[in-house]
């Protein structure tokens, strides 16, 4: 169960922001704050006490939190962004994570990693090597994982920018799958809830203390959750998807 989580108002600058999504247009201010605060909401709803860092202008991506830092029970991980526009982020995070938690370790150079390619189940971490995320990078967070009892795993990703990019695990054994992930023999212990193609998008979705936040607009993927037995919540985060980021990205859960 969670109690809390960290997130982070977009700046204006997030019209500046990394995207492999340009067919979906350059996102909306305006509308990325109401659906922040929507988002918000969601994660109250869920009974977290959500802690809101300022704007920070002078790095577009930064309120995709999840990237710069992985929190696990026993301790915080400051990571090294693949993307070297975003590894300033790092300290915008730090003096945060130093106020909250006890035991803090960091990923240094050469290694890159970033938190949406890592999926936690149970106390073993999934590690996608992606273009943001190298083996180097992978090797040091297994260590830092393996010193606090922890154990993990490295995956190549093929097509996904991050692997929860198409995979999210929701407790219980079960699994929301899409594309590259559909029939893949390393997740076959699992209960698979696939999604189709056309609705990729929500494959980013989170577990959330019993209850499952969606993104706003997949029917399927809805229906497919609530039979696995989830209730279910949607939010709009469609600005955010115009910059490649979904919900997991958007807070850091403990």
């Not at 994570?97 to 970033?114: S, V």
Request: aromatic residues 8%.
């Amino acid at each position: 169960m969670f109690t809390n989580a960290i997130v982070r108002t977009p700046g204006r600058s997030i019209v500046e922001g990394l995207s492999d999504s340009k067919t979906l247009g350059l996102p909306n201010y305006e509308q990325a704050i109401i659906q922040h605060q929507s988002y918000i909401d969601a994660l109250t709803k869920c009974g977290l006490d959500v802690f809101v860092l300022e704007s920070c202008e002078e790095y577009p991506d930064s309120t995709f939190v999840e990237d710069v830092a992985l929190i696990t029970p026993n301790c915080a991980i400051i990571t090294r962004p693949g993307a070297p526009s975003r590894r300033g982020e790092v300290n915008e995070i730090e003096y945060i994570l130093k106020q909250k938690f006890n035991n803090i370790e960091a990923i240094e150079a050469p290694g890159t990693i970033e938190g949406g390619d890592i999926m936690m189940v149970g106390n073993h971490y999934y590690i996608g090597l992606s273009e943001r995320t190298n083996l180097e990078g992978a090797k040091q967070i297994i260590q830092i994982l393996n010193k606090y009892r922890m154990s993990a795993s490295t995956i190549s990703l093929k097509k996904v920018l991050h692997l929860k990019t198409g995979l999210s695990y929701l407790e219980k054994n079960n699994l929301v799958v899409c594309g590259e992930f559909i029939n893949d023999s390393l997740f076959e212990q699992f209960n698979p809830i696939e999604i189709p193609k056309k609705e990729s998008y929500a494959a980013n979705c989170i577990w959330v203390n019993e209850s499952v936040i969606i993104p706003l607009g997949y029917p399927t993927t809805k229906q497919r959750i609530e039979n696995a037995g989830y209730p279910v919540i949607e939010t709009d985060v469609a600005e955010f998807q115009k910059l490649d980021g979904g919900l997991s990205c958007l807070s850091l859960r403990y």
